[in-house]
């Protein structure tokens, strides 16, 4: 009963290296997205997806991308990093986009960029 | 596209006061709306969400939430906070016609002992 998982929790990048974060779940969900969360904005929506093969754009795409080939994975790829890229990132998935049952959230990923 | 907004970036209160945090969204058509609760150095959990029927929400720890359309309003409550109620709060709307979920900007709330 792993629900979403996400990995790594915790990572240090210098600027303008690149790295993909995780995101897989368990629960045969079609829709899964990313969010950023910083203090006093709340969580901002990166990119989601409706299914694999599918993937759209959120309120802050710039400088991510993203990729869906299966249903259960949904990584997310910093393509050089800034440091204005510093924050935590939650991965989220549903059965649906309006979220019937609600979202179910990883744990979370810390990235810090110096 | 949808958005929210939260009345109250910081509340403090004393343990066994009532609560009412505010949330108004902006949206003309039909929307769904969350209340997710986030403990210190966790993730988002769903407190209670409204789909339809009846405006007055229930939900885990005893929080309910009231949906008043005419307002665009979907404020939080509960009736006697506990020390444990500390965390941050978020409102959240998605709507009928698209795929994504939008946060408002959280109120944390402390409660002291």
């Known amino acids: 009963n792993a629900g979403v998982t996400q990995t790594p929790k915790f990572q240090v990048l210098k600027t303008g290296q690149s790295m993909t974060l995780q995101c897989a779940q368990d629960?045969?969900?079609?829709?899964m997205s990313w969010y950023r969360q910083d203090p006093g904005m709340g969580l901002r929506l990166i990119h989601y997806s409706v299914g694999a093969g599918i993937t759209d754009q959120g309120e802050v795409p710039n400088g991510y991308n993203v990729s869906r080939s299966t249903t259960e994975d949904f990584p997310l790829r910093l393509l050089s990093a800034a440091p204005s890229q510093t924050s935590v990132y939650f991965c989220?998935?549903?059965?649906?986009?309006?979220?019937?049952?609600?979202?179910?959230f990883g744990s979370g990923t810390r990235l810090t960029v110096v | 596209a949808q958005s929210v907004s939260q009345h109250n970036h910081h509340v403090i209160l004393s343990e066994a006061a009532s609560l009412e945090l505010g949330c108004n969204y902006s949206y003309g058509g039909t929307v769904n709306l969350f209340w997710y609760v986030q403990y210190p150095g966790q993730h988002l959990q769903l407190l209670l969400k409204?789909?339809?029927?009846?405006?007055l929400v229930k939900g885990i720890k005893g929080f309910e939430a009231e949906f008043i359309k005419s307002k665009f309003s979907f404020n939080l409550r509960k009736p006697s906070v506990q020390w444990s109620d500390t965390a941050e709060y978020f409102c959240a709307v998605t709507s009928h016609n698209n795929n994504d979920m939008r946060f408002g900007a959280g109120t944390r709330l402390t409660v002291k002992p």
């Open positions: 989220a998935s549903s059965s649906t986009g309006s979220g019937d049952y609600g979202y179910t």
């Open positions: 629960m045969n969900h079609e829709y």
């Open positions: 409204y789909f339809s029927g009846d405006p």
